[in-house]
């Protein structure tokens, strides 16, 4: 069983902020563990907003707190009627974070039977002990590069083998393959997308991300893979056609990785479209959705590799800087 960097923080960071609290002498000091364990987050951004969030809900419950329980009295229905008015106020802020957090100060006010100005204080200094122990420890983020570089290579795979697989299908009409890349491609771009909205918030000064255009552009040009695949089935074998596609999605599988090539493989793409213009035209139904269904074929081809033009600048020498 793997133990994610969340559980190892809230681990360590529980007894620091107990113990912290009962140094300091602090009334209800493993209520500071409580607020840490709350404060725990899996980004440095989503810390960030949980830490002021808290703390401003816990100030405000101890404001109504002290108000209500002082005027009204210690019972179980003021609490009732403080909730009533606090969560609200929450809401009203966009603070409705802090409310599991301030439960606890609330509780501790309530116990107290009496608030006097030291008592206070006291739970004013558990709150920043609590709350300041889980930023401290969100400041700490493992690095998502490696795995970001591993999602990069799966998804570059899975490319390669359905292209290479489309080729196959087009050379031989051959059906074996049960196309189970494609499903994990997806789910892969989707882990991706995740990972790297998580990496962004965990760089709060970093404006450009270096993996965010790649997955984007990935998950483009993956929707345009499942669209031709439904045209490559409509393409019969015609000899020296069917092989010179084939040959061409060969070479498409080939050419999937980081860098950018794309420009050559559109400069083939369209001798190929020249070619066959100059073949005779369709004389039946069938010829003519034939044709109809490898241009249209061709023209997703187009979008797939213009996508990967526009990714970045080409690494083919001589090209043109788009």
Known sequence: MKIGYRTIKTAVGTPIAISIAQLLGLTNFVSAGILTILCIQPSRKKSYLSAWHRFIACVIASIYSFVLFETIGYHPIVIGIMLFLFIPTTVLLKITPGIATSSVIILNLYSASSISLTFFMDQFILIIVGIGTGLLLNLYMP??????????????HYFQRILFEVAVYIRDKDISWDGKEITRCEELLEEASSLV?????????????????????????FKLLQRMLPLVTKIPNTGSISEKIARFFEGLSEGVHPGNTASLYLDELEELRKEFNKAELPSTREEFETRANLFRLLHEVEDYLQFKEKYKESDVKGKKKL
């Open 197 to 221: 909205e998580l990496d962004r918030e965990n760089h709060l000064l970093r404006n450009e991300h270096p993996y965010s255009d790649y997955f984007r552009m990935r998950s483009r040009q």
């Open 143 to 156: 690095s998502l590069d490696n795995k970001l570089k591993d999602k990069q290579k799966q998804v570059e």
